[in-house]
């Protein structure tokens, strides 16, 4: 069985910092990507990362604040996310790809966890 399961998540205030980890079974996982979905919005890219982890992919509104790693030894991806803005606040999802693809993309990822809320008060 092939599960992805988020934690982390929680209340912060603006200006703060959470870090949130993935942890993945059942299969090998190439590419691994963070997305996230306000309410009432669609889910959009947060951040992606290759196989190795030598290559790392970022949303604009994201890059210079969140940092995606990975252990593979773990099965683990984590997402460390300082100067947290309350438009950072959503459900944050784990997806994992089978193949390496667009990275970009959440149709590239064919495994889903069940998400953990991020809430960054003003």
């Known amino acids: 069985q092939v599960q992805l399961v988020e934690s982390g998540g929680g209340l912060v205030q603006a200006g703060g910092s959470l870090r949130l980890s993935c942890v993945g079974s059942g299969h090998t996982f190439y590419d691994m990507g963070w997305f996230r979905q306000a309410p009432g919005k669609e889910r959009e890219f947060v951040a992606g990362i290759t196989r190795s982890g030598s290559s790392t992919y970022y949303a604009d509104s994201v890059k210079g604040r969140f940092t995606i790693t990975r252990d593979n030894a773990k099965k683990t991806v984590y997402l460390q996310m300082s100067s947290l803005k309350p438009e950072d606040t959503a459900i944050y999802y784990c997806?994992?790809?089978?193949?390496?693809?667009?990275?970009?993309?959440?149709?590239?990822?064919?495994?889903w966890g069940q998400g953990t809320q991020v809430t960054v008060s003003s």
């Open positions: 997806a994992g790809s089978s193949y390496s693809g667009n990275k970009y993309s959440d149709k590239s990822f064919g495994f």
